[in-house]
């Protein structure tokens, strides 16, 4: 039996998801017999433990260096400042690298893969390259465009870069271009391209087994029109996302914009509707009394619920997300505003408004002049989005699950 091993970068959950849809599809289309294994920290970990409760002696706890959370996405002073001293319970980074790529190495040498899968663990790929072992990368980065503000990163993702160069096939979890949504994120150069390819992005699919509708969904079903507001990220982020959120609302010219905002929090204590009479309700009782909405707050959506409100809603607004601009733009063919955290997010915005896909929106200002540019010229933006939706490419799981049985026969 070939053993597959799967490293998984513990800084957010993208990571974790394309390897879930990857395991799903690895089982059900290659016919072989594999032994899987995962290796991951932290809250990933944990989550590994509860998606595999039977094979857990396959999955490993290795802790991995990850940036430091800050008041908004990572810290880039107290990440340079954990280099060489503990921060927030972190040991120092030298020391952290140094045992992490030990761990990782005793896995190698104990378990004998014959194929590494690796998703944002670039550590995973030297140990590979070192022990003749194939590797297969998957990512929607590799030397991202800096700002002026952020030039002394650049040495950091000169080193992380060459990382990834050493895998022996890189999947960018992305179409083909000229659609290539992360394409400001990933400046191959021409050496490297042999070894590229473009699978596709790893979309969740339609949903086919519908349960019945939920009164959200019936409530926001008898809308006209409304902008779907989303928070994502660790808790800092989705902090801060939802106080940026509360300041563009305040926006005169926001008193009359419906919006739905999904906290991605599972706290039912958060779901409420706001009439147009500033009252509060239940979303039952703003059903049953037909109540005139102007904001629904919702901890968190089901998978069928997100579905309804992304195919009913005119725009979304969110943080730049990869995955989600690949949904939303490709799978709904609807404009974004993109408030980003990081570097990554913003190259992804800019790329899409470039194309007039969407809004990139740094401040609040800028966010509520968006809102009031896609309502504007919303036919113009939907020219643009039939296109690309078009040459959306949503079989990234598939083609990758090809590109492992071929890497496994040769």
């Not at 939907?382 to 079989?395: M, P, T, V």
């Amino acid at each position: 039996m070939r053993k597959i091993g799967g490293f998984i970068y513990p800084w957010g959950n993208g990571h974790f998801t394309r390897m879930m849809s990857l395991d799903r599809s690895i089982h059900n289309h290659i016919r072989e017999e594999l032994d899987i294994h995962y290796s991951s920290s932290g809250e990933i970990y944990q989550k590994l433990l509860q998606r595999f409760p039977d094979k857990k002696e396959n999955m490993h706890n290795i802790l991995m260096p990850t940036p430091i959370d800050g008041r908004k996405g990572p810290s880039v002073m107290l990440s340079l400042f954990n280099f060489l001293f503990p921060v927030g319970g972190k040991p120092p980074l030298v020391s952290l690298m140094a045992d992490y790529l030990r761990s990782e190495g005793r896995l190698y040498d104990n378990q004998k893969f014959d194929l590494v899968i690796n998703d944002g663990d670039v550590g995973s790929n030297v140990i590979a390259e070192r022990r003749n072992v194939k590797s297969l990368f998957i990512t929607n980065q590799f030397r991202p465009r800096l700002w002026a503000s952020r030039f002394f990163l650049y040495p950091g993702l000169v080193y992380i870069s060459k990382n990834i160069a050493k895998a022996t096939k890189i999947v960018v979890a992305d179409s083909p271009p000229p659609y290539t949504i992360c394409e400001y994120n990933l400046n191959f150069p021409e050496k490297l391209k042999t070894k590229v390819v473009y699978a596709g992005h790893f979309s969740n699919g339609i949903i086919n087994n519908h349960s019945p509708k939920s009164n959200l969904e019936k409530l926001v079903e008898s809308t006209d029109s409304f902008g779907y507001w989303m928070i994502t990220g660790s808790k800092s982020t989705n902090e801060t996302t939802a106080k940026t959120y509360e300041k563009i609302f305040l926006a005169p010219e926001m008193n009359t914009e419906r919006r739905i905002v999904s906290h991605a929090r599972n706290e039912p204590s958060i779901d409420n509707v706001i009439g147009r009479d500033g009252k509060k309700y239940s979303i039952a009782d703003a059903l049953e009394k037909n109540v005139d909405w102007i904001q629904i707050d919702v901890g968190f959506l089901s998978e069928q619920e997100k579905e309804t409100v992304l195919n009913l809603c005119k725009y979304a607004v969110i943080n730049g997300s990869h995955t989600a601009m690949g949904e939303i733009l490709g799978g709904k063919a609807k404009p974004i505003i993109g408030i980003p955290i990081y570097d990554e997010h913003t190259n992804q915005i800019r790329w899409a408004q470039d194309r007039r896909l969407g809004i990139l929106a740094i401040t609040v200002r800028q966010a509520v002049k968006a809102v009031s540019e896609i309502q504007r010229n919303y036919n113009k933006y939907q020219e643009h989005l039939l296109e690309f939706a078009k040459n959306y490419d949503r079989h990234g799981v598939e083609n990758t699950v090809r590109i492992i049985s071929e890497m496994l026969e040769d």
